[in-house]
């Protein structure tokens, strides 16, 4: 069933074709929370389905209890860890990068960082 969508000025006019057996939404909401959009609410009221029965297994009761039914063995103290037959040396030599090329900051820089990189310039 298609749904069609559109602001009260009448731009921005959407259609999403919600596929209910396959709990789909071109929206993507449905699919990204598994909870249903509100295209998918909309053909469930229309066909008389319940909205909460379309909502994704992994928020079930049971499924969250089994989640943490089982018992978690606590990390012990470093004290009691089997001693290893090699021994771990840091070489700060040795760099692995998960990605090809040179790594590249997402920091953006600002005023602060201005003043402080103009203040050791000055320094020198
Ligand atoms: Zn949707």
């Given at each position: 069933?298609?749904?069609?969508?559109?602001?009260q000025?009448?731009?921005?006019?959407?259609?999403?074709?919600?596929?209910?057996?396959?709990?789909?939404?071109?929206c993507?909401?449905w699919?990204?929370f598994?909870i249903?959009?509100?295209?998918?609410?909309?053909?469930?009221?229309?066909?008389?389905?319940?909205?909460?029965?379309?909502?994704k297994?992994?928020y079930?009761?049971?499924?969250?209890?089994?989640?943490?039914?089982?018992?978690?063995?606590?990390?012990?103290?470093?004290?009691?860890?089997?001693?290893s037959?090699f021994?771990?040396?840091?070489?700060?030599?040795?760099?692995?990068?998960?990605?090809?090329?040179?790594?590249?900051?997402?920091?953006?820089?600002?005023?602060?960082?201005w003043?402080?990189?103009?203040?050791?310039?000055?320094?020198?």
């Amino acid at each position: 069933m298609s749904i069609v969508t559109m602001r009260q000025n009448g731009y921005g006019i959407n259609t999403h074709v919600v596929k209910i057996a396959n709990r789909e939404c071109p929206c993507g909401k449905w699919n990204q929370f598994g909870i249903p959009c509100s295209h998918a609410k909309k053909v469930c009221g229309a066909y008389n389905i319940s909205v909460a029965s379309m909502v994704k297994d992994y928020y079930d009761l049971m499924a969250y209890k089994n989640t943490y039914s089982k018992y978690v063995e606590p990390v012990q103290s470093e004290d009691y860890w089997d001693i290893s037959e090699f021994q771990l040396i840091h070489d700060t030599n040795i760099r692995i990068s998960t990605r090809p090329g040179r790594n590249h900051t997402t920091c953006i820089r600002n005023e602060m960082d201005w003043q402080q990189t103009r203040a050791r310039q000055e320094a020198q």
